[in-house]
């Protein structure tokens, strides 16, 4: 699969489309890529949503390669940053489901659990239903 493209510019509804697309065919890293490009882009009150966001995809990369260390951390960090958002989500983001996915999932993972989680376990929903 090739990289994204440095200079992609999606709208956020779109960018979310496509990580979620990415995600769900457990490709995380390029996620993670659709999730920076956002991130670069989106106005100064919502970049730590955007970054927390790409940093979840981050995690779940790690996870997928086998660093449990690393996927654990980078998904907490994720949570925290995601979860500054839940009083006003933007764009159906599902804020303060995603933040609590993403700490449970890092309470889980271990070295010596991380090979018996299943792709499902690491596919985030990242808008709300409905």
Do not use: C
């Amino acid at each position: 699969m090739a990289t994204t493209p440095d200079d992609l510019h999606l709208s956020p509804t779109e960018s979310l489309a496509e990580a979620q697309r990415l995600l769900a065919a457990g490709h995380a890293f390029h996620a993670h890529e659709v999730l920076e490009a956002a991130w670069k882009d989106a106005p100064d009150e919502q970049r730590e949503l955007w970054r927390g966001l790409a940093q979840l995809a981050v995690g779940l990369t790690h996870a997928r390669r086998g660093n449990a260390t690393g996927a654990a951390r980078l998904l907490g960090r994720a949570a925290d940053r995601i979860a500054e958002y839940a009083g006003e989500p933007p764009y159906g983001i599902a804020v303060a489901e995603l933040a609590a996915w993403a700490r449970a999932l890092s309470a889980r993972i271990t070295p010596a659990t991380l090979p018996d989680l299943a792709d499902s376990d690491l596919t985030p929903r990242l808008l709300r239903a409905g």
